[in-house]
């Protein structure tokens, strides 16, 4: 663990203003760790709403349906995180994952290399492109502007690679079988057992280590998620159970989600992320290398965009001209923001992602299963997107009222 004292948030929360001590102790306590409370009554709300217009809502094949087209969004944004959280931006990571997806398929079905080579290729082109994107944003370029172009360089490398069809059909061939392929019952009780073991252990080591004994603290520390995360694990894994089973993109998102919780929740690598998002002068003085962390984060986008193009092309069971194009990139940037992740830099948890991502699919799926207009769609994706930044901004700047010149 870091031996080193630097702040891990965005500027300090500043008083709340006279007279208003519960607004102030409420907007102090959305920038901490209640910051997932309001998304989670959103989606309840959502959920709620759609359920009484339509039962097949919450059924066990919606349920299947949702996951598997949240996982792209998710993974995406998963990536998406890690960037906002040292205070930069990235427009280019959807395209990346379509030429990303595309050169996996290029080595997989045209030049007929073995699976796990074609995506450890496709992954490498990932982290070269960002590497080279990261390098101009450490050069003093700002990330919005570097991106933006990367964005446009790949929609042309796209055509490149592409063949002269502009396709790449994957059906029938092992590319294909990563979103196919399903976990048995058994397999995926037994996952679920195991994950929800080592969270419960992981909670009680960290409540013992930070040495707080009192009964009262350990309910609320350990018990109360232990319960939490027990009726969440075993209610997904007994919904999904009812269909065809786990879906492996599914639980390639809940590992790549776990193994992010763990390094930015309890290492030194975690502790630096923060900082660098929420003071980056502080943290070089603190003789943090912010360049690094920069880099690192990038990094993991491009990994994490890698991943998601692969999956949503063994989904959709090709690759196009059109691969990473759509609502994708505006879709991974809102799923972070909507979950939680400060576009300021320095607040937020890889767990972001995945609710962001449940937020916006809801709303689509209810949207596409209640016979709604695309315009109902972008409508709702928007207000929410708003609403949740209009929430960051006021954490940001500590009070609901806006600032006095």
């Not at 592409?162 to 059906?171: G, Q």
């Amino acid at each position: 663990m870091s031996t080193q004292q630097v702040p891990t948030t965005a500027p300090p929360i500043a008083p709340g203003e006279p007279g208003t001590p519960l607004l102030s102790r409420v907007v102090e306590g959305l920038g901490g760790k209640y910051r997932s409370i309001p998304v989670l009554l959103v989606l309840a709300l959502i959920w709620l709403y759609f359920s009484s217009q339509n039962s097949a809502f919450l059924t066990s094949g919606n349920i299947t349906t949702l996951t598997l087209q949240i996982v792209t969004t998710a993974i995406l944004a998963l990536g998406v995180v890690f960037v906002l959280l040292v205070g930069e931006i990235d427009l280019s990571s959807a395209m990346l994952s379509g030429v990303c997806a595309t050169v996996t398929a290029q080595l997989a079905v045209k030049s007929e290399w073995p699976l796990w080579l074609a995506i450890l290729g496709g992954i490498a082109v990932g982290v070269v492109f960002v590497l080279a994107e990261v390098l101009a944003v450490i050069f003093g370029v700002p990330s919005l502007i570097v991106t933006l172009g990367g964005m446009v360089i790949l929609q042309g490398l796209l055509l490149v690679v592409l063949p002269p069809e502009f396709a790449i059909n994957v059906a029938g061939t092992d590319y294909a079988r990563i979103s196919s392929t399903y976990l048995p019952s058994g397999w995926s009780l037994a996952l679920g057992a195991a994950g929800w073991l080592i969270f419960c252990t992981t909670r009680y080591l960290g409540h013992r280590e930070r040495g707080a004994g009192a009964s009262s603290s350990a309910l609320l520390s350990v018990g109360v998620p232990a319960v939490v995360s027990g009726v969440v694990i075993f209610g997904a894994v007994a919904v999904l159970s009812e269909g065809p089973g786990l879906p492996l993109p599914v639980l390639i998102l809940v590992g790549m989600l776990l193994i992010a919780a763990y390094f930015t929740g309890r290492t030194r690598y975690g502790t630096h992320l923060y900082a660098v998002g929420g003071n980056r002068e502080a943290a070089q003085r603190a003789g943090i290398p912010v360049s690094r962390m920069v880099i690192y984060s990038f990094l993991i986008l491009g990994v994490c965009a890698a991943v998601a193009g692969m999956v949503e092309a063994s989904r959709l069971l090709a690759v196009s001209n059109s691969s990473g194009g759509g609502p994708l990139m505006l879709n991974a940037i809102a799923a972070a923001v909507v979950g939680g992740v400060s576009l300021f830099g320095g607040r937020g948890t890889v767990w972001a992602a995945l609710l962001g991502a449940l937020v916006i699919g809801s709303i689509n799926n209810g949207v596409q299963l209640l016979g709604m207009s695309t315009e109902v769609q972008s409508f709702a994706t928007g207000g929410v997107l708003i609403l949740a930044v209009a929430i960051d901004v006021v954490i940001t700047r500590g009070s609901l009222l806006p600032n006095r010149r």
